[in-house]
């Protein structure tokens, strides 16, 4: 056989899967209906590497196999076509963000197509086309009908590279997420989602959703369901109130000074004016330059400001110093908390550092607290003093005691709080799905009527780099109001794309829909999404949002269904030479360089096996040409033995016949297992296996020839979702029928322990024949084979019941030796019975009767006087004169060579 011209294979079955038109979906169909969906990409004109290929194997595989298991399968592709990245890299270039998208878009294209990835491109969507944007600005203008959009003057992440307003998610350790510049906070009039308006169903819909419990408790740690009270305290000379939320109201008495985030609005208007706002001014410019995590963090310096007010304690009437400190964050609670040094060691760190007051509001039981000797604040239960009417209460008592107080006296009330905040969605750029609203000095803020769809982005704008060039376009600004037809400015932002990735795997039940986003009888149909699969990175971002829209169309009465995505994986990321994958890294192998050297199949064989799909995986150059090696020897099996196969019905005729058919149906039905629970290495293992045996079976003697030939088809249909090209190749020429990729997912047999056990008994035997022959360290002349006693069946059988029970070797002999057809051979079994009561697993688990074991050796052994070039005799014990017919056991005839 020449070597395999893989590339010539690709191009040949792709154009035939073309043509049959195997992978459209429609609605209606008979079958039941399955949804596969990959995360869809950002175009890049970086094009996929090998990190992508493998999310997209994923997806391939498990589309592949449901299709043949007789799903109606959806398994579209499209692009998340709007965003800064697309943005940046136009200016970069000097191009038109359209054209760098389009232009992206097609080169993605063409290397999944070169994948024979087996999409409905039928289904196709970009986000930055007015068809999809359309319904971007429909959503909001329902969302704003019902108060979940919504304008505020707010402190914002402005990225200073990007020139853009980022979310709270898109900042890590205070970089930006994309150019990793650190980020500022500014007060800009911002346009919000309100997303916490669905916090606890975000949360309490997470126990119907079989998704990764990483993903879950991520979803549970970023929404932040805490149950605590909510205390408003006066501030002195001021109109304003200073809310906190606390879970520890039992702590209200021990407050020595609050503190403010340094960016809370209510600050600068605090301090304005004062002989603290220049210091004020100065303070918040460092602390906005830390990262949170280091702000947060245990071991970081706590540094603070007094800002020359105080807040007046709503029982005691106290006034309490406020701060402002860089431990104390926005997103968080309301942006100020009480501070009790006494009983919170961050606070206790920054009293001593500032010489505030601490003051003990709970007492250790066991030896009393001086405040002018703790070395660290004490933070375990206690009994309450120097707490009024609550002194001698236990804390814990007091928690709920201080909340209906400061209820009755209206200044706090039990509450629930959420670190989530609403979704800001404002973006200062071009790239991405104009905002549908208009100002009118008349009228305020007016929504642009829904028939007057979509606002299009328009695309004659200049690009500096610089912020926002819609902002300056006075062609794209000027507007009329929709109310008094006057003169009105329309809004400039644009929405953040997650708004476009929060519904798209709704617009693919049907994508080419005019009237409405969707067509509610195809949603019904596909909806929810089966299997998403994606990266773990999203888990607080686009799967929080896509939730939270889902809800929301489903409270608008559009959806049946309130959570989109039923089942989520999460693949791992791909690794080479100690780093992720990357074109920052240099260390990027693209599709093409592999593709020509080993064929694509070979890239998604490899990927696929050697390592756990959620597993990191370092990429290695001697894996995949394993993995090439393994399909030009299972492409070599079908090849060259051609002649062997046939179609007919598939009989067992003999001992080999039966374990073949045994390894077949266990195969089907492992692999099937392990297809379903995304454990795609140990199915690739498994057919790897299988193809060995289908090898030596053709080698070892007579083909039962419709078997091998069923069986030869049987490995290629589970190879089919792994590597689809090949497959194809060998189907055809092996006499399937159609293609593979349409062809019914074989059906897993019912085991065969009988064969099993023959299987077991083979494989014992020849490693006990290959031990022996090394002992003896010559060619063998002949060779006998002695099948054990009849009487040593009947006691296997009996001591494996009698394990059951007892593993007192003295115990189980003597029930034995009661017993006549054992007596005569009570010296042997002494010696016998301990052992195997020690050793359990020398019984096997299916015993043969010893006619069975006779005729399984003496029918194989033709193939062994071959193998081993000697006359080979099979004789049972009773009519063996050699001494060795007393070591022979079942499973383990004794061997003499001469």
Same mark, same amino acid.
């Given at each position: 056989?020449?070597?395999?011209?893989?590339?010539?294979?690709?191009?040949?079955?792709?154009?035939?899967?073309?043509?049959?038109?195997?992978?459209?979906?429609?609605?209606?169909?008979?079958?039941?209906?399955?949804?596969?969906?990959?995360?869809?990409?950002?175009?890049?004109?970086?094009?996929? /590497?090998?990190? &992508?290929?493998?999310?997209?194997?994923?997806?391939?595989?498990?589309?592949?196999?449901?299709?043949?298991?007789?799903?109606?399968?959806?398994?579209?592709?499209?692009?998340?076509?709007?965003?800064?990245?697309?943005?940046?890299?136009?200016?970069?270039?000097?191009?038109?963000?359209?054209?760098?998208?389009?232009?992206?878009?097609?080169?993605?294209?063409? =290397?999944?197509?070169?994948?024979?990835?087996?999409?409905?491109?039928?289904?196709?969507?970009?986000?930055?086309?007015?068809?999809?944007?359309?319904?971007?600005?429909?959503?909001?203008?329902?969302?704003?009908?019902?108060?979940?959009?919504?304008?505020?003057?707010?402190?914002?992440?402005?990225?200073?590279?990007?020139?853009?307003?980022?979310?709270?998610?898109?900042?890590?350790?205070?970089?930006?997420?994309?150019?990793?510049? &650190?980020?500022?906070?500014?007060?800009?009039?911002?346009?919000?989602?309100?997303?916490?308006?669905?916090?606890?169903?975000?949360?309490?819909?997470?126990?119907?959703?079989?998704?990764?419990?990483?993903?879950?408790?991520?979803?549970?740690?970023?929404?932040?369901?805490?149950?605590?009270?909510?205390?408003?305290?006066?501030?002195?000379?001021?109109?304003?109130?200073?809310?906190?939320?606390?879970?520890?109201?039992?702590?209200?008495?021990?407050?020595?000074?609050?503190?403010?985030?340094?960016?809370?609005?209510?600050?600068?208007?605090?301090?304005?004016?004062?002989?603290?706002?220049?210091?004020?001014?100065?303070?918040?410019?460092?602390?906005?330059?830390?990262?949170?995590?280091?702000?947060?963090?245990?071991?970081?310096?706590?540094?603070?400001?007094?800002?020359?007010?105080?807040?007046?304690?709503?029982?005691?009437?106290?006034?309490?110093?406020?701060?402002?400190?860089?431990?104390?964050?926005?997103?968080?609670?309301?942006?100020?908390?009480?501070?009790?040094?006494?009983?919170?060691?961050?606070?206790?760190?920054?009293?001593?550092?500032?010489?505030?007051?601490?003051?003990?509001?709970?007492?250790?039981?066991?030896?009393?607290?001086?405040?002018?000797?703790?070395?660290?604040?004490?933070?375990?239960?206690?009994?309450?003093?120097?707490? #009024?009417?609550?002194?001698?209460?236990?804390?814990?008592?007091?928690?709920?005691?201080?909340?209906? &107080?400061?209820?009755?006296?209206?200044?706090?009330?039990?509450?629930?709080?959420?670190?989530?905040?609403?979704?800001?969605?404002?973006?200062?750029?071009?790239?991405?799905?104009?905002?549908?609203?208009?100002?009118?000095?008349?009228?305020?803020?007016?929504?642009?009527?829904?028939?007057?769809?979509?606002?299009?982005?328009?695309?004659?704008?200049?690009?500096?780099?610089?912020? =926002?060039?819609?902002?300056?376009?006075?062609?794209?600004?000027?507007?009329?109001?929709?109310?008094?037809?006057?003169?009105?400015?329309?809004?400039?932002?644009?929405?953040?794309?997650?708004?476009?990735?929060?519904?798209?795997?709704?617009?693919?039940?049907?994508?080419?829909?005019?009237?409405?986003?969707?067509?509610?009888?195809?949603?019904?149909?596909?909806?929810?999404?089966?299997?998403?699969?994606? #990266?773990?990175?999203?888990?607080?971002?686009?799967?929080?949002?896509?939730?939270?829209?889902?809800?929301?169309?489903?409270?608008?009465?559009?959806?049946?269904?309130?959570?989109?995505?039923?089942?989520?994986?999460?693949?791992?990321?791909?690794?080479?030479?100690? /780093?992720?994958?990357?074109?920052?890294?240099?260390?990027?192998?693209?599709?093409?360089?592999?593709?020509?050297?080993?064929?694509?199949?070979?890239?998604?064989?490899?990927?696929?096996?050697?390592?756990?799909?959620?597993?990191?995986?370092?990429?290695?150059?001697?894996?995949?040409?394993?993995?090439?090696?393994?399909?030009?020897?299972?492409?070599?099996?079908?090849?060259? =033995?051609?002649?062997?196969?046939?179609?007919?019905?598939?009989?067992?005729?003999?001992?080999?016949?039966?374990?073949?058919?045994?390894?077949?149906?266990?195969?089907?039905?492992?692999?099937?297992?392990?297809?379903?629970?995304?454990?795609?290495?140990?199915?690739?293992?498994?057919?790897?296996?299988?193809?060995?045996?289908?090898?030596?079976?053709?080698?070892?003697?007579?083909?039962?020839?419709?078997?091998?030939?069923?069986?030869?088809?049987?490995?290629?249909?589970?190879?089919?979702?792994?590597?689809?090209?090949?497959?194809?190749?060998?189907?055809?020429?092996?006499?399937?029928?159609?293609?593979?990729?349409?062809?019914?997912?074989?059906?897993?047999?019912?085991?065969?322990?009988?064969?099993?056990?023959?299987?077991?008994?083979?494989?014992?035997?020849?490693?006990?024949?290959? /031990?022996?022959?090394?002992?003896?360290?010559?060619?063998?002349?002949?060779?006998?084979?002695?099948?054990?006693?009849?009487?040593?069946?009947?006691?296997?059988?009996?001591?494996?019941?009698?394990?059951?029970?007892?593993?007192?070797?003295?115990?189980?002999?003597?029930?034995?030796?009661?017993?006549?057809?054992?007596?005569? /051979?009570?010296?042997?079994?002494?010696?016998?019975?301990?052992?195997?009561?020690?050793?359990?697993?020398?019984?096997?688990?299916?015993?043969?009767?010893?006619?069975?074991?006779?005729?399984?050796?003496?029918?194989?052994?033709?193939?062994?006087?071959?193998?081993?070039?000697?006359?080979?005799?099979?004789?049972?014990?009773?009519?063996?004169?050699?001494?060795?017919?007393?070591?022979?056991?079942?499973?383990?005839?004794?061997?003499?060579?001469?």
């Amino acid at each position: 056989m020449k070597g395999v011209d893989f590339q010539r294979m690709e191009r040949k079955w792709q154009l035939r899967w073309g043509k049959a038109k195997i992978f459209g979906a429609k609605e209606g169909s008979k079958k039941k209906p399955y949804y596969v969906l990959e995360m869809f990409p950002y175009p890049s004109a970086a094009g996929l /590497h090998m990190g &992508h290929i493998r999310n997209y194997a994923m997806g391939d595989c498990i589309a592949r196999y449901r299709r043949m298991r007789g799903f109606n399968v959806m398994y579209p592709m499209g692009y998340d076509a709007f965003g800064l990245p697309a943005e940046n890299a136009a200016i970069k270039s000097k191009t038109h963000p359209k054209k760098y998208t389009e232009d992206a878009i097609a080169g993605i294209k063409r =290397n999944q197509q070169a994948l024979g990835l087996s999409y409905d491109w039928a289904r196709e969507i970009a986000t930055c086309y007015p068809e999809y944007y359309k319904w971007n600005q429909f959503f909001f203008l329902q969302f704003f009908k019902r108060g979940l959009a919504y304008k505020k003057l707010a402190p914002v992440n402005w990225c200073p590279r990007c020139k853009t307003v980022l979310a709270n998610e898109q900042v890590e350790q205070g970089k930006c997420w994309r150019c990793e510049s &650190h980020v500022e906070i500014k007060n800009l009039e911002q346009w919000f989602l309100r997303i916490t308006k669905y916090a606890d169903r975000l949360l309490s819909g997470l126990s119907k959703i079989d998704w990764p419990e990483n993903v879950k408790r991520m979803q549970k740690n970023w929404i932040g369901r805490s149950e605590g009270t909510r205390i408003d305290f006066k501030i002195k000379d001021s109109e304003k109130t200073l809310s906190v939320f606390t879970t520890r109201p039992d702590t209200l008495f021990g407050i020595t000074f609050m503190v403010y985030a340094p960016e809370h609005p209510d600050v600068m208007d605090l301090v304005r004016g004062t002989r603290y706002e220049d210091k004020v001014k100065k303070f918040i410019r460092s602390v906005m330059l830390e990262e949170r995590f280091e702000r947060t963090s245990e071991e970081s310096e706590k540094e603070g400001l007094f800002i020359g007010r105080h807040a007046i304690h709503p029982v005691t009437g106290d006034e309490i110093p406020i701060y402002i400190a860089n431990f104390v964050l926005m997103e968080y609670g309301t942006g100020a908390i009480i501070a009790v040094p006494a009983h919170d060691q961050r606070d206790f760190m920054f009293a001593k550092k500032y010489g505030i007051p601490i003051k003990v509001v709970i007492q250790n039981p066991y030896r009393e607290l001086d405040p002018d000797e703790m070395p660290r604040a004490y933070c375990d239960e206690g009994t309450m003093v120097n707490s #009024g009417e609550f002194d001698g209460l236990s804390n814990t008592e007091a928690i709920e005691k201080i909340t209906e &107080h400061l209820e009755s006296i209206g200044r706090g009330k039990a509450t629930v709080e959420y670190k989530l905040r609403d979704w800001l969605i404002s973006r200062q750029r071009y790239w991405g799905t104009p905002i549908p609203i208009v100002y009118c000095d008349k009228c305020g803020t007016v929504p642009v009527p829904e028939r007057d769809l979509p606002v299009i982005l328009p695309t004659n704008v200049r690009f500096t780099g610089r912020g =926002n060039p819609l902002a300056s376009m006075e062609s794209y600004i000027k507007a009329k109001c929709p109310k008094c037809e006057g003169p009105a400015r329309r809004e400039t932002d644009t929405m953040d794309t997650f708004v476009d990735s929060s519904w798209y795997f709704l617009r693919y039940c049907s994508p080419k829909q005019k009237s409405s986003a969707f067509d509610r009888k195809a949603v019904k149909y596909w909806m929810p999404v089966d299997q998403y699969i994606g #990266g773990v990175e999203h888990a607080v971002m686009h799967l929080m949002y896509a939730r939270f829209f889902t809800m929301a169309l489903h409270d608008m009465g559009m959806l049946g269904f309130d959570e989109p995505f039923q089942r989520l994986f999460n693949q791992g990321i791909v690794y080479k030479d100690g /780093h992720k994958m990357s074109k920052s890294f240099g260390n990027v192998v693209t599709q093409l360089e592999i593709s020509k050297k080993y064929g694509i199949d070979t890239a998604r064989l490899f990927l696929l096996f050697v390592a756990s799909p959620e597993s990191q995986l370092e990429w290695s150059d001697k894996g995949v040409q394993g993995a090439f090696r393994f399909l030009n020897r299972a492409f070599k099996l079908v090849h060259e =033995n051609r002649g062997m196969m046939a179609k007919g019905k598939c009989r067992a005729a003999g001992v080999r016949d039966r374990i073949l058919l045994s390894r077949l149906y266990a195969a089907v039905g492992t692999v099937s297992e392990q297809i379903e629970g995304f454990q795609f290495n140990l199915a690739i293992s498994n057919i790897m296996e299988l193809a060995g045996y289908l090898s030596a079976y053709a080698k070892s003697g007579k083909v039962n020839r419709p078997l091998f030939g069923e069986a030869v088809r049987v490995m290629i249909q589970l190879m089919s979702p792994f590597a689809p090209h090949v497959a194809e190749e060998m189907w055809e020429k092996a006499g399937g029928s159609g293609l593979v990729s349409a062809s019914r997912w074989p059906a897993a047999g019912k085991p065969d322990k009988r064969a099993v056990a023959i299987e077991g008994l083979l494989s014992q035997l020849g490693s006990d024949i290959e /031990h022996v022959l090394r002992i003896v360290r010559k060619k063998p002349k002949s060779m006998d084979l002695i099948v054990a006693p009849a009487w040593k069946y009947e006691l296997f059988r009996a001591l494996r019941r009698k394990a059951r029970d007892s593993r007192d070797a003295g115990m189980v002999l003597k029930a034995l030796m009661s017993e006549n057809r054992f007596r005569p /051979h009570g010296k042997e079994m002494s010696r016998l019975v301990p052992a195997l009561l020690k050793n359990p697993d020398r019984i096997p688990a299916l015993i043969l009767t010893q006619h069975q074991e006779f005729s399984v050796i003496d029918e194989i052994r033709p193939g062994l006087e071959s193998e081993h070039g000697c006359k080979v005799t099979v004789q049972v014990a009773e009519k063996s004169s050699s001494n060795k017919a007393s070591h022979a056991a079942p499973g383990k005839p004794g061997i003499e060579v001469r």
